[in-house]
């Protein structure tokens, strides 16, 4: 068997990659046609290929790495932990240091009573741990007839079958006979493309009302809970209008229904604050985290759960978790990327310094002919491609390909931004410079200067 290294040639890498190797989100034929681009390694903000280029990551991998790559302080905890103790399980009446150090620190970090961490193994297993925490919740408390969430269409919230199921992406339902029951979907707050004639306010009120109806026809008596992220991530960076959050949280405390606020994007100093729910002014009952938890370099989720839910399930057997629940080597590793993002103040960086920097340069690019509406909060961005501003009209036919194309512009051009449909999307590492943020709207522009001389 030939042993594969990073200085095998790139062809040969792709050719056993594509034989072997079944890819997430991936048409396998076209992976085999085109040969996956390998990387091999990376540092800061950038990634480098088996080519030699080195990429800007205008991703952050997928939404994660807030610290950014190359980070020794984590590679050595692992190790250690590794030695002193690789594994041993939460389950059964024990537990280990890094847990309950990791634990500690979330509760300090996560606002108001959100004092209490059931881990998973990512974002996808915590929202599964949340379906059943909930529904556990309302059967312990006398109404077990409490079981719908409501979340939103276009929404992601993982790929489990608990987790597709959240979501709202009809593709993914499309594949397993998703959703399970008691799962209801309502309208996303996405503006740009669906807010017709209203103002940005008046949408944002009906979108968050489309709760208050469900809730009423549904049964104030089956609903257990509303999931959403604060802001939308992988639906393509959905920026509510200010009137939405509000509406929301008015309707949760009047149905006395439990908010679940997915922070596995919005988390971790990503939108200039700990978490996203303190940007957008809500108080959930649970927060669904990953992603920046670890900066992707361990895997590691979990829910944040407040005093009274805990204090409700903390009375029974909870008959749930995973083998990898509280792993030694991931909370060591979380832990201490909690501790470098307090020692080098990187949410307060996000908040005065490389967001407001980057959010001016990102917003004027909606005087780009291509770009009909450009948001931005803290270090997640859109911009919405059209061929025409002014009807806020979107690409008809074959919605997606003129994304795709400005993907693979950007791609040519070092810089990985994602498309969501004619959505380009950015979510970079959190420790950006302002240099770095100029060579990424310098490398963007660029590629829609490419991509709008293609179009036409
Ligand atoms: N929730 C949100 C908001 C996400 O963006 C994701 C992943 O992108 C998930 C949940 C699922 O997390 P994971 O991929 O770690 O299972």
């Given amino acids: 068997m030939t042993t594969i290294t990073n200085h095998m040639p790139t062809k040969e890498l792709q050719a056993l990659d594509a034989a072997h190797h079944m890819h997430p989100f991936t048409t396998q034929t076209e992976l085999a046609a085109r040969g996956a681009r390998v990387i091999t390694r990376a540092d800061g903000v950038f990634i480098t290929d088996s080519e030699g280029n080195e990429i800007l990551d205008g991703m952050a991998g997928l939404w994660c790495v807030n610290i950014g790559y190359g980070r020794d302080r984590l590679a050595d905890v692992a190790a250690r932990q590794m030695r002193e103790l690789p594994y041993y399980n939460t389950f059964f009446m024990t537990t280990h240091v890094p847990v309950i150090a990791l634990s500690q620190k979330l509760a300090e970090l996560a606002p108001g009573d959100l004092n209490h961490v059931f881990y998973a193994g990512s974002g996808s297993e915590a929202n599964d741990t949340n379906i059943r925490m909930v529904r556990t919740y309302w059967a312990q408390k006398g109404k077990p007839t409490k079981k719908v969430i409501i979340s939103r269409k276009n929404a992601y919230h993982g790929s489990t079958l608990g987790g597709a199921s959240l979501g709202g992406m009809s593709g993914m339902h499309a594949q397993g006979g998703l959703p399970i029951p008691d799962i209801h979907h309502i309208d996303q707050p996405n503006w740009w493309s669906e807010g017709g004639d209203k103002t940005p306010e008046e949408f944002g009120l009906e979108r968050a009302q489309q709760l208050e109806q469900a809730i009423l026809e549904l049964g104030e008596d089956r609903v257990a809970a509303f999931i959403a992220e604060p802001i939308q991530g992988a639906g393509g960076v959905i920026v509510p209008p200010a009137t939405y959050w509000p509406e929301i949280q008015r309707i949760c ?67 749930h978790g995973y ?134």
């Fill in 253 to 319: 405390d009047k149905y006395e229904i439990l908010l679940i606020a997915d922070e596995v994007i919005c988390g971790f100093g990503r939108t200039g604050n700990w978490f996203g729910s303190q940007t957008v002014g809500i108080r959930p009952h649970i927060m669904t985290i990953a992603k920046g938890l670890s900066s992707g370099y361990q895997p590691i989720g979990g829910s944040i759960v407040c005093d009274e839910v805990a204090e409700v399930i903390g009375a029974c057997e909870f008959n």
């Fill in 323 to 456: 083998t990898y629940n509280g792993h030694p080597v991931a909370s060591a590793v979380a832990l201490e990327n909690l501790n470098i993002m307090q020692e080098e103040g990187i949410v307060d960086h996000v908040r005065d310094v490389i967001a407001p920097y980057l959010k001016t340069k990102w917003e004027a690019l909606v005087d780009h002919p291509l770009v009909g509406e450009a948001n931005i909060v803290g270090m997640m961005g859109s911009i919405a491609l059209t061929p025409h501003k002014e009807s806020r009209a979107t690409f008809a036919a074959d919605a997606g390909t003129v994304g795709y194309m400005c993907r693979e512009r950007c791609f040519a051009n070092n810089l990985v931004m994602r498309h969501v449909g004619d959505r380009m999307i950015i979510s970079p590492p959190l420790v950006m410079t302002t240099a770095e943020a100029d060579m990424l709207i310098e490398r963007a522009t660029k590629s829609l200067d490419e991509c709008y001389a293609q179009a036409k």
